[in-house]
């Protein structure tokens, strides 16, 4: 059930422990920005999608409960709407409960660092009170959060658009920002990288981007980037990997295994 580490944290008080949550494994990060190199990776992957098998896996893991500085999680839900970020919580609550009625788990907030903009979200039921129970005072975030902060860093000297492309496992998350208004961020679902274009390409027209000054930005696998690009490239002109943040490489070479939702995370103070 639990990936193998050899991580031995000797003052865990000094450490910040950040952890991906998704239906198939939990991944997470040890540093701690006093020493220069520190960050550590694992991966814990799960019997299955209910929430006993990912409490069995996190308390099989010693790693993941000592009493660290910081806890931060990533919640990844496919099942969330963008709002203003005016908006109360307890409207975004009622409204994404709205949109996903069938959904009987916990709705949460969470904002988009530097955008007018919020994520409601749902999490399967019972999962956001046990990890507010199980780590240290925890902060939550929505898996598309610190991805949409990154894409409003990522400037280009011939546009003001841009598009950022993550590619998972089986599913693709898409960020679109025009000067620092976010346009769009969304996930979407996919089997081959013919599907990928499909979705990246659509999103791309459906908000307008010009396929000849505009970049698009991919990160992610890197066996599907290599399959999907020559299929972008016949559309959008500046199809290119998103600039990895040199800032992590001074938390180690670790760094390059870690999801990227974590790594920019770990950046984030």
Known sequence: MRGKTDINIQHPEVWELLV??????????????????????????????????LEDAIYDTPELLGEYKRARVVVHSRHF?????????????MLVRHAFPTDDGDAAVCPVPGSDVKIAYMAPRGLLAFLGRTFNYPVMCHHLAPLCQYCQGQTHEQSAARMLVHLGGDAMDVAIYRDDALLCANTYPYTNAQDAAYFALGAWRAHSLDQLSDPMLLAG??????AVVPVLRDYVKHVMPAVYPAAAMQLGRNAMRA???????????
């Open 20 to 53: 991906s949550i998704d239906d198939r494994q939990v991944d997470y990060v040890l540093f701690t920005p006093t020493v220069k190199g520190s960050l550590q990776v694992g991966t814990v992957t799960l019997a299955d999608a209910s929430l006993s098998s």
């Open 81 to 93: 709407v963008l709002l203003p970020a005016d908006v109360d919580d307890d409207d975004c609550v």
């Open 221 to 226: 696998d890197g066996a599907l980037q290599a």
């Open 259 to 269: 999801p990227l939702e974590l790594v920019l995370l770990a950046l984030c103070e």
